[in-house]
């Protein structure tokens, strides 16, 4: 199956640092990306939808000042948590349509850790 | 925001034994999807479905997507130890980019 992957792993830092996470289609050129956040025991929640050459659409209740997304390329996407804080310490994970096959898949996900 | 109505929310078997869950919504939908997440992975595709009726396979898995479209289930024969995991089924609307998800179904196997 396709492959899309995320980088870093996992990221561990001070309060106040920014973080940069990036996400790739390896397979297949993705016009459309999107980033989710995940809490322990629980479902997938959208952050927001990035589209390769335009503005991000950001879900309702997230910050686009606080979690900037670019989309510069049809197979690299990258978030941007900015003064990061420890209540954004989660599990980021981001996937990628295939528009050939109206399917997304998904990357292996970024543990980010704010102490 | 909008979910999909997925059950059981957990399941505890015995290895060798079938599996099955499901999925419903008051929506339509015309893509459904199924995902497994094992614990500090992303989820990884395991069938898509694009037509109403359609049943699927892939090994010991079948999905179904339901006539009316509003639904879709799973099923996992003789499961295994790697079966183990969080099964989350997703649907896409027609027009749709976003995915909307079930809450997950936590499969755990006595060996």
């Known amino acids: 199956g396709a492959v899309v992957s995320q980088h870093p792993s996992w990221v561990i830092c001070k309060s106040g640092t920014s973080v940069k996470i990036e996400c790739r289609s390896l397979d297949f050129q993705a016009t459309t990306m999107f980033w989710y956040r995940q809490f322990p025991k629980q479902s997938l929640m959208l952050m927001a939808t990035s589209n390769e050459g335009s503005k991000a659409t950001y879900e309702q209740g997230v910050e686009k000042d606080k979690f900037l997304i670019n989309h510069a390329s049809l197979t690299l996407s990258t978030l941007t948590v900015t003064s990061a804080h420890p209540e954004d310490s989660s599990f980021y994970i981001c996937?990628?349509?295939?528009?050939?096959?109206?399917?997304?898949?998904f990357g292996p996900g970024t543990r980010l850790t704010v102490l | 925001g909008q979910q999909l109505n997925q059950s059981p929310q957990s399941m505890f078997i015995q290895e060798g034994e079938d599996v099955s869950m499901n999925c419903t919504s008051s929506s339509i939908f015309n893509t459904w999807l199924w995902y497994k997440q094992d614990p500090g992975e992303g989820p990884v595709l395991l069938i898509a479905l694009y037509k109403a009726g359609e049943l699927t396979s892939n090994g010991r898995l079948t999905a179904q997507f339901g006539i009316t479209r509003k639904d879709s289930f799973l099923n996992i024969s003789a499961s295994i130890p790697s079966d183990v995991g969080i099964y989350f089924c997703?649907?896409?609307?027609?027009?749709?980019?976003?995915?909307?998800f079930g809450q997950g179904t936590r499969l755990t196997i006595n060996p």
């Open positions: 997703a649907g896409l609307i027609q027009g749709a980019q976003k995915l909307v």
């Open positions: 996937s990628a349509r295939d528009p050939g096959i109206d399917t997304q898949y």
